[in-house]
């Protein structure tokens, strides 16, 4: 790793000199305690062995091994290849391993040589002859290496798995082996979790990693295992500062810590590596550091997508807040409140408005009620596309426009042309629903147009009933096409007669027949009617409006609902 450039700018090169320079001071500290209590194995002689003791038997020595063992004697053809081995011997550890795996079995015990292919055939089909004809002829320790055989029990084949060892012995051969595959299930975990270790001695830079170190940091397969300054060097600059960071907390605290590396070779790989201080004995000096490296790279991928939704969530949160205040805002500012301005008309109104919550909060119902200079009433309820901001501010510009209109005293078909052809002006998206009627108090008149909305109903003795369409039907919604003729209907009012106008939001449900929703809107006005029974007084008119839209709102509605209510008094 010492052909990689060096950090590309001041600070951090000072960063791994600061490094560098903490693990040579711990190299001395260990040097001078080394000299200071000389090993007792560099002295004469082997500490606890009286001298003059003689030499252990072979069973002795078998018996010592900590895992199980075979002694075999090789038998060479005329061509010098292994053609047979003979078990000669095996250990107590062999013993009791075979009483753990077949506790139904007798030990397999023998006396003399036996052949280890028919005591156990299945070895044969296994990498053990190879191992065994490698050792004989190059004598070279071979393996350790993953073998699988089966050997029959008291209760049927048992499969076994063990990492076998052969070493030469003299002449003859030592087999050993260690349950399970440990190497193969190691290997296997770094691989699917992307984790490798290593243990670095501080006295000699001396490393012992584990399977797939290189490839785990992204290293050459025939790269020199790193020293932790090589580490250092390799990383990138902005990885040195935790680094340091964590050897100093490791070496000179004591304590186990970790940092985040990049290295230059993989700058797009992060890895966790984390570390504990390695001591002879408590007190002493941090003889050396053992890591664990893990890939965490796709952990913080997904961290900082996680964290970027978070913020897109929260910044259209606020949007959202910030658009519905405004259009709140404004909805309050163009919209009335009805009181007793009314009366002079011989009529009473009350209105109740429900937003689309899930929405920015508003929409674009509207209504409007107005007394014109020739001393009539324009009444007004419509429905501008979309939701929020947007939609208060085409609700706001129709019912602007509206008010400018009728005071030209024309006819209500004509101020209903003259608002679609300001509508279509404003291009496609300015579309809205609406009813525009004017009432004519000296006559008790009613007259109204239509585009594209709901037509308002009258209750007249407890019973509801849709207002007749003007000639020729409901016109075209507003903003659809230009040059677009409307039509008017007269509705004649007697007292005590209530009229509805309301928004689709009210009785519309997903897939719905839009002419069950006015079946649905007719038959709870009724029933508010007579389940209220509203007295001659404006609050009474109003708690009816209120029972009807509880009666029809609900967790189906998916838009802003109004509903409009215009009662006949006494006559002038």
């Known amino acids: ?58 069973p ?13 004697t090789p038998v060479s053809g005329d061509d010098g290849d292994v053609v047979e081995v003979h078990c000669t011997s095996h250990n107590a550890a062999a013993v009791a391993y075979a009483a753990e795996r077949f506790p139904d079995s007798p030990a397999p015990r023998w006396s003399g040589p036996v052949s280890l292919y ?14 065994i004809s490698r050792a004989h002829h190059d004598r070279e320790v071979q393996g350790p290496e993953a073998v699988e055989w089966v050997v029959d029990g008291a209760s049927g084949p048992v499969r076994l798995i063990a990492e076998v060892r052969v070493s030469p012995c003299g002449d003859r051969l030592l087999l050993t082996w260690e349950r399970g595959h440990r190497l193969l299930m190691a290997a296997a975990a770094q691989r699917l979790v992307r984790t490798c270790w290593a243990e670095w001695n501080l006295g000699d830079d001396g490393v012992e990693p584990s399977r797939g170190f290189r490839q785990a940091l992204g290293l050459p397969a025939d790269s020199p ?18 680094l340091y960071q964590m050897l100093y907390e490791v070496i000179l605290r004591k304590r186990t810590a970790d940092c985040s590396l990049r290295l230059r070779r993989t700058p797009g790989r992060i890895t966790r590596m984390t570390a504990e201080p390695v001591r002879i004995a408590p007190g002493s000096l941090v003889w050396g550091i053992r890591a664990v490296f893990t890939d965490v790279t796709a952990e913080r991928l997904r961290r900082k997508t996680a964290d970027h939704a978070e913020r897109e969530a929260r910044r259209q949160r606020r949007h959202a807040e910030t658009l519905g205040e405004v259009a709140e805002a404004l909805r ?55 939701h929020g901001l947007a939609a208060v501010t085409l609700m706001a510009k129709l019912r602007y426009a509206l008010a400018g209109l ?73 903003g659809v096409l230009p040059g677009t003729a409307y039509a008017a209907a007269a509705a004649p009012l007697r007292t005590g007669d209530v009229v509805l106008m309301y928004s689709d939001g009210l009785t519309e449900r997903r897939n719905s027949d839009p002419d069950q929703d006015t079946l649905r809107f007719l038959d709870a006005a009724a029933l508010s009617f007579r389940a209220t029974a509203p007295g001659p007084g404006r609050d009474d008119l109003h708690r009816y409006a209120e029972d009807l839209v509880a009666r029809l709102d609900g967790p189906h509605r998916t838009d802003d609902a109004t509903l409009l209510v215009l009662r006949r008094t006494t006559p002038l």
């Open 1 to 58: 790793m010492d052909d990689l450039p060096p950090a590309p700018d001041a600070r951090a090169r000072l960063e791994l000199r600061a490094i560098r320079e903490l693990l040579k001071s711990q190299r001395r500290r260990i040097r001078s305690q080394a000299r200071a209590h000389p090993s007792p194995f560099t002295q004469q002689g082997r500490p606890g062995v009286p001298p003059g003791t003689g030499h252990p038997t072979g």
């Open 60 to 72: 002795e020595v078998l018996d010592a091994l900590p895992v199980p063992a075979l002694l075999l």
């Open 118 to 131: 028919e005591r156990f055939p299945s070895l044969s089909r296994t990498p053990v002859p190879r191992m």
């Open 225 to 242: 295992l790193p020293t932790l300054s090589d580490l250092a060097g390799a990383a990138t600059p902005d990885s040195l500062p935790g």
């Open 332 to 386: 309050e500012a163009v919209l009335p409140q009805f009181h007793d301005e009314l009366a002079a008309f011989g009529l009473q109104a009350a209105v109740v408005y429900r937003p689309d919550a899930r929405a920015a909060g508003v929409g674009g119902d509207w209504y409007k009620a107005r007394k014109l200079p020739d001393g009539r009433l324009l009444v007004a309820l419509g429905d501008a596309r979309g």
């Open 406 to 478: 009728a005071y030209t005293e024309q006819p209500v078909e004509q101020l209903t042309y003259w608002l679609n052809e300001s509508a279509c002006a404003d291009g496609i998206e300015s579309t809205a629903t609406a009813v525009i009627a004017r009432y004519h108090p000296e006559q008790s008149l009613l007259r109204w147009t239509c585009a594209g909305h709901p037509n308002p109903v009258l209750l007249r003795d407890g019973r509801a009933a849709p207002l007749p369409s003007p000639a020729g039907g409901p016109g075209l919604p507003l």
